[in-house]
T-cell receptor, first 119, second 113 residues
């Protein structure tokens, strides 16, 4: 079974500082990995995804993530935080295939990390 | 293109009451999902439907039922609401293909007193 662990339920940074949100996964097959962002009282929006192409993935709003198979990690970074980045961030892993070779596209989510940005 | 829509946005129920949460998507996706979101627990899958006419249990199905009415619509029913079902409920959809992301609705905030 696959699982996702996000280290740190709350991360606080100053505006302009580096943002680093950590995600480690467990999967028995090569995974597909996603980062979603949730602004207050809204649904989830895709930031970026890894689907076995380039290991460094660039997403929206200046975010990027690097897939490291040896560390089973998919950490999210942004060089310079902006006040508008304050939100909750979720890392998710997609099932690869079931026994019959079919994917139902199910996602397993981490617990979420709330990012606070201080002026 | 409205994407994924959910109704209602907010609901307050008394213990034992029933209700149905509605979800619709206009992206011609084949798979649809219902999640609940609770603080510190991320999103947990309640039920999903891989295609029209099929539904399967997810991680936390107890106390819920679903109906895939057609390709567009996937409803979630609480037959006898309990305070433990107080949560934010999200519907999502995708075209099932390895690596495709899910698209989420805006959520329904449910309180059971």
């Amino acid at each position: 079974a696959q699982s996702v662990t996000q280290l740190g339920s709350h991360v606080s940074v100053s505006e302009g500082a580096l943002v680093l949100l950590r995600c480690n996964y467990s999967s028995s097959v090569p995974p597909y990995l996603f980062w979603y962002v949730q602004y207050p009282n809204q649904g989830l929006q895709l930031l970026l995804k890894y689907t076995s192409a380039a290991t460094l993935v660039k997403g929206i709003n200046g975010f990027e993530a690097e897939f490291k198979k040896s560390e089973t990690s998919f950490h999210l970074t942004k060089p310079s935080a902006h006040m508008s980045d304050a939100a909750e961030y979720f890392c998710a892993v997609s099932e690869a295939r079931n026994a019959g070779g079919t994917s139902y596209g199910k996602l397993t989510f981490g617990q979420g990390t709330i990012l606070t940005v201080h002026p | 293109n409205a994407g994924v829509t959910q109704t209602p946005k907010f609901q307050v129920l008394k213990t034992g009451q029933s209700m149905t949460l509605q979800c619709a998507q206009d992206m011609n996706h084949n798979s649809m999902y219902w999640y609940r979101q609770d603080p510190g627990m991320g999103l947990r899958l309640i039920y999903y439907s891989a295609s029209e006419g099929t539904t399967d249990k997810g991680e936390v199905p107890n106390g819920y039922n679903v109906s895939r009415l057609n390709k567009r619509e996937f409803s979630l029913r609480l037959e006898s609401a309990a305070p433990s079902q107080t949560s934010v409920y999200f519907c999502a959809s995708t075209y099932t293909h390895l690596g495709n992301e899910q698209f989420f609705g805006p959520g329904t905030r449910l309180t059971v007193l």
